[in-house]
């Protein structure tokens, strides 16, 4: 497949009900042509509602990242690597997997089926890497308020690939929205090896998509993006993973 890392223009997210996600997969152009590739409903609204409520229900089961700013199921590498937490991550990656399965069960395995066919390849668990997870953002904190900070998606690429640029996918399976905005923007530019972008460049093209309960969104690692700010009392729960093209058709993820 083409890699979807190649951002050629912004155009509004792909969205494909269930039954329209073709054989064999979507084409890694597509990646390119579109900001994201979204499928509507892959899981129903009220069981992705229902699983957000575990989830918030599992107070003992979810840590806590940036001083509260945002919480998880399951360990985040990118939280872990930039507090200094890598050992404990990995030490502990076995047990954060079973802590997701006991609270939202086969909702790892079924993200990765469905990346799997959305890619039109395999896709394995990360050796010794945590799997799918979920991120809590809580109302009222500060990515409610002022939003997320704009990044790409590198945490957990080696030195290699981000020499190389594979391709590589985040996929945000939407739980519970945020009751008011909390879309995300993705932005007509791709990481190409400049440091981290620190504030907004008006010049550069956007688009905001908004993803109801249950719909899973797809979209290259390597294009700008942030989650807009939202209100409400609600808090914006997603199940997340991320992947990276190992070898021709085959892909392997981690939280």
Known sequence: MSPPCYVVAVRRTLWLNVDEVPAGGVAGLTFARHAAV???EAMPAPRARSL???????????GDDFGGEQ????????????????AEYFRDARASDARVE??????QDEMLRW???LLG???RRRHGFCGPGVHVFPPGEKVARRGGV???????????????LPPAISAVWMLQPAHKRGGLTLFNKRFVGENWPMDEDPDVRRTTTLSRAGD??????????RINGFSGDDARVSATCHAVMVDDGVWEAWF
């Not at 899973?216 to 993006?225: A, G, K, N, T």
């Open 216 to 225: 899973l969104l797809v979209f290259s690692s390597y294009r700008l993006h």
């Open 121 to 123: 390849g395999v896709v």
């Open 38 to 40: 979204g499928v509507r």
């Open 52 to 62: 957000a409520r575990a989830v918030l229900d599992a107070e003992a089961d979810l």
């Open 150 to 164: 704009f990044h790409y998606d590198l945490e957990g690429l080696t030195p290699a690939w981000r020499h190389t």
């Open 102 to 107: 006991r609270v939202v069960p086969g909702v």
């Open 115 to 117: 990346l799997a066919r």
């Open 71 to 86: 919480r998880s199921l399951g360990r985040p590498w990118y939280t872990h690597m930039e507090t200094g937490r890598a």
